[in-house]
């Protein structure tokens, strides 16, 4: 409480008498405190309760023993509360501690500097007791951040030394969990590369929750051998079985071949990857093959297409949290056309061998810079850069 703060005091009594006494007793004490009070239960829970403390007596006309104790619990969760009675029973005393009182006094065995002492405490009690539940909040947040991490952001199944994978994953602004965002990297034994980056609309636990089954059973699909038109026909079944609501997902699919010479793509309503070649130009791959998100249409199809490498090439997976943002204070957005060529700057800028996880962190800075504060919509990014010579990139 801020030094000079008065204690705010809510005194639940009926009778006269003792409610006089406990407005000289407050007198009488050290502690600076303003007195309301309610003849009943029921007045005292006729709108919000506005007090530190409250003094609640144990026999009042509408209720009786524990049971206003409980009902003040349920209507007022914040709020000290001290138990200000004349029936002087231990037993009773901690069966209303245990009820959640925070203190339990006999009418006829307290003071002024008591009756002080024990609302001092228990407005105390009261906060130590809400920070735990704030840390222990916060505790289980992280926790359950950390397990959507590990489902959304795996670790990738790459053993080709010539190829590197850099990534990053940064929450949007209107959540501290990680959202539907997803991707994933799968090398077969033929030396055959997946790559997977998708998209559930929303945000929250159940679009993690299901973004997370997305993934797992697109890397269980691909380790299966299964043909891409069949792993994302069957990903689609997962979404709509798996969905608790109407929701849907965008998906990029791309297959590098064992040369490396050659990939072949899916969209799924998702936008195109960046292709970035050697000597540091960049084009979006065409998206005229783009087909509909999953969950949308039944029965959908996919077409793939075919794109030709060149050696020394990188490819830039995202989700539309990266393009989305504004630029400057009207309502133009970024759009992934011009994010591509500030990804391609700050490539050439870092320079060869730069560290491509860095170079997707300062592509996200320069995006929020751009839109004068942090993005709304969750941000996913993967850059799989092939390597003339294994270990010339970070």
């Known amino acids: 409480m801020a030094p000079g703060a ?22 009488d004490s050290a502690v600076r405190a303003t007195l309301a009070r309610a003849r009943t239960l029921t007045e005292a829970l006729d709108g919000p309760v506005s007090a530190d403390c409250i003094l609640l007596d144990l026999q009042l006309p509408d209720a009786m023993g524990l049971t ?17 009675t004349g029936q002087n029973d231990e037993t009773t005393g901690v069966a209303a501690v245990a009820a959640g009182a925070q203190d339990y006094l006999g009418k006829n065995q307290v003071d002024g500097p008591l009756l002080g002492k024990a609302l001092r405490y228990a407005w105390e009690r009261k906060r130590a ?10 505790q289980l947040l992280a926790s359950e951040n950390s397990r959507l991490e590990r489902g959304l952001l795996p670790t990738p199944l790459l053993a080709d030394p010539c190829l590197h994978l850099a990534s990053k994953y940064r929450p949007g602004r209107n ?22 980056i998708g998209d559930v609309c929303g945000h929250g636990p159940d679009e993690a929750a299901l973004g997370v089954a997305l993934r797992i059973a697109w890397r269980a699909l691909v380790l299966a051998g299964m043909p ?8 689609e079944r997962v979404l709509v ?7 849907f ?5 791309v297959v590098v071949a064992p040369d490396r010479r050659s990939l072949r793509m899916s969209l799924a309503g998702h936008p195109p990857p960046l292709l970035i070649s050697r000597d540091g130009t960049g084009r979006l791959l065409p998206g005229d093959k783009l087909g509909v998100p999953l969950g949308v249409v039944p029965d959908a199809r996919w077409d793939p297409l075919e794109v030709a490498l060149e050696p020394g090439w990188s490819l830039v997976l995202y989700t539309d949290g990266i393009f ?7 309502p133009e957005r970024l759009g992934h056309e011009e994010m591509g060529r500030l990804l391609v700057d700050i490539l050439r800028e870092a320079g060869r061998g730069a560290d491509h996880a860095a170079v997707l962190d300062r592509l996200i800075t320069r995006v929020e810079d751009l839109n004068s504060g942090p993005l709304d919509d969750d941000v996913a990014l993967t850059m799989l850069t092939h390597l003339p010579q294994p270990g010339a990139a970070g």
Do not use: K, N, W
């Open 324 to 330: 989305e943002g504004r630029v400057g204070p009207g």
């Open 68 to 84: 206003g104790l409980t009902r003040l619990r349920q209507h007022a969760p914040a709020t000290a509360v001290v138990v200000l």
């Open 129 to 138: 007791e809400q920070v735990e539940q704030q840390l222990l909040q916060q």
């Open 175 to 196: 959540g501290s969990l990680l959202g539907g965002d997803f991707y994933d990297a799968v090398e077969l034994t033929d030396g055959t590369v997946h790559l997977v």
């Open 6 to 27: 008065r204690l705010r005091v809510l005194l639940i009594e009926d009778d006269d008498g003792d409610a006089l006494l406990v407005e000289e007793m407050l007198a």
């Open 249 to 253: 997902a965008t998906l990029c699919t």
């Open 241 to 247: 079985h798996e969905r608790i609501r109407p929701l």
């Open 228 to 235: 891409m038109a069949e792993v994302l026909a069957t990903v």
